[in-house]
């Protein structure tokens, strides 16, 4: 056990992918979720996104774990959804106690050939989404003296992406967050990290894989070279990064950047 029973953790993009492996995981420690996904297809990137039954059946499987789940459909880039969102933790739950930024989009294009648009949605729900959910969670985090964020970045946090210059200016973006967050929430005893997956075996890199007329293989191996003798690491080893980060185990750990690469930026 991670000495983490009765936390609140407040997760986007938890329909889903790495944030519902994140959220079964901490429901199994004893913490209780707040599920915020946009829970409907969006325009760009044009793939399947979360959807409110994959909610509805998480909010299930949290409760049969002995903990609460409350969802809410919302967009990170809507100040409004995540009022709504932290109102209603704040009203049927104890506090916040974990926020993991996990909200995010990814989709292909060179540098020349990206519209206007894609650039905004990908910064704006990568990047500034992130902030937008954080900046009503802090405050709360700061009365209580104490807190931990999680910012899921990647590896493109950490090196170039061919042909995923907006994705990977979105992910470098993160560790801006965190570094500076860290800094700034250090004297509140408020935690701040990033983690860094290689591809992750999700819905993520299914859409991507349709949209590019490829397969998922294919398109986990455009990453380029895990050292591993894997095309992917699964959600669950997401999961289980994000559970030490959150728990006291991590109690001096913070802005900080956690690889989960099977070895690729070794190269
Ligand atoms: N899959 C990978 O290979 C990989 C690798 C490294 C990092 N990541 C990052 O990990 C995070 C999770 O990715 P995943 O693989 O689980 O993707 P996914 O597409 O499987 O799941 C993402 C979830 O985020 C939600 N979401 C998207 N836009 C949103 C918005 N505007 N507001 C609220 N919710 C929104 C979706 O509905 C979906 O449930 C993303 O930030 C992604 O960039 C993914």
């Known amino acids: 056990m991670a000495d983490l029973k009765d936390k609140v953790a407040l997760i986007t993009g938890a329909a889903h992918g790495q944030g519902r492996a994140v959220a079964l995981a901490l429901a199994a420690e004893g913490v209780h979720i707040v599920a915020f996904d946009v829970a409907k297809t969006l325009t760009y990137p044009g793939y399947e996104l979360g959807s409110n039954q994959e909610l509805q059946t998480l909010k299930t499987e949290c409760e049969t ?29 104890p506090t916040i106690d974990i926020l993991f ?17 894609a650039w905004d949605a990908m910064l704006d729900i990568n990047l500034k989404g992130a902030w937008l959910v954080a900046r009503r969670i802090i405050p709360v985090m700061m009365a209580q003296k104490s807190g931990v964020i999680i910012n899921n970045s990647s590896v493109a946090g950490l090196r170039g992406m061919n042909r995923l210059s907006h994705y990977a200016a979105s992910k470098w973006g993160l560790v801006g967050l965190t570094k500076s967050w ?14 860094h997956p290689t591809g992750v075996n999700t819905p993520m890199n299914d859409g991507l ?4 007329g490829a397969t998922p293989q294919e398109i986990a191996e455009r990453s ?44």
Not at 101 to 117: K, S
Not at 182 to 195: D, G, K, T
Not at 209 to 212: D, H, Q, R, T
Request: contains cysteine; negative net charge.
């Open 65 to 93: 774990r002995g903990v609460q789940c409350l969802t809410v459909p919302g967009d990170v880039r809507n100040d409004e959804d995540i009022r709504r969102a932290v109102e209603a933790a704040q009203s049927q739950l």
């Open 101 to 117: 930024n996990n909200a995010g989009i990814c989709a292909y294009g060179l540098a020349h050939e990206l519209t206007e648009d």
């Open 182 to 195: 860290a800094l700034e929430l250090a004297p509140y005893n408020i935690r701040v990290n990033s983690i």
């Open 209 to 212: 894989a349709a949209l590019e």
């Open 224 to 267: 380029a070279g895990n050292l591993l003798p894997v095309p992917w690491v699964e959600p669950e080893d997401v999961a289980a990064m994000v559970v030490f980060l959150a728990s006291d185990k991590a109690r001096y750990v913070t802005g900080s950047q956690f690889v989960l690469d099977a070895g690729l930026l070794t190269r």
